[in-house]
């Protein structure tokens, strides 16, 4: 048994403390982080009571209820940043990586002091599937509501849509690596393909802005 709470204090004090020495877009990102880890706990509380209340075991509850609430509170920092500050579209997605790390790193924290860390290969998957998927899901919500703000598109129809493509994609990715074999690999895969697609896509769709701005 581990206390989350705990480590999420550890780990919070000194990101906390360095917020005092640095000032602009590395001020917002570690701000951004400690929202995630804090989103991190939440979700996990609200998925630990959803489970107890539906009485699903920890499988049930990792394929239908953990992407549902993950995502879900993802978003809401995502949301409340569009909604309050009006970001530019760089600045929305420099906030929900900075989200999505901060819940990925949390949980992998939480997880590998859970079941340990002696095999490397294991702590090496950890970080390239769980947390690249974390990571992956919000930003591509946050390049849609972009995308859809620019276009005159943003609507709650729109986020819902959205919202429900990322829990899919979450619930997909712990479907595929409950059960070892090669849906566990494809599992393992995904997000990091995922990544670098999202990643291309976000390069052209960059130099095509910044071209449009000088002509």
């Known amino acids: ?63 239908y209820i953990s992407p549902i609430v993950e995502e879900l509170m993802k978003l809401l920092p995502v949301l409340f940043c569009l909604a309050v500050f009006d970001p530019s579209e760089q600045g929305l997605d420099f ?30 998957i950890r970080g390239l599937s769980v947390g690249v998927m974390h990571i992956v899901s919000i930003f591509a919500l946050a390049f849609w509501l972009a995308v859809a703000k620019r276009l005159g598109a943003l609507t709650f129809p729109s986020v819902v849509g959205a919202l429900s493509l990322s829990m899919i994609f979450h619930a997909l990715y712990n479907l595929l690596v409950s059960a070892p074999g090669v849906s566990s690999v494809i599992g393992y895969l995904m997000p990091i393909a995922t990544a670098l697609v999202l990643a291309l896509i976000y390069r052209k769709l960059g130099k095509k802005l910044e071209t449009a701005k000088k002509t």
């Open 1 to 63: 048994m581990i206390y989350a709470e705990n480590i999420l204090l550890c780990i919070t004090i000194p990101l906390l403390i360095s917020l005092l020495f640095v000032q602009g877009s590395v001020r917002r990102f570690i701000a951004a982080f400690l929202v995630g880890m804090g989103v991190c706990l939440l979700s996990a509380y609200i998925s630990g009571f959803l489970s107890m209340a539906t009485m699903m075991g920890e499988n049930d509850t990792a394929i």
């Open 95 to 124: 906030v929900a990586v900075a989200v999505g790390a901060g819940f990925a790193t949390f949980e992998n924290c939480c997880y590998i002091l859970t079941s340990g860390a002696e095999k490397l290969v294991y702590t090496m």
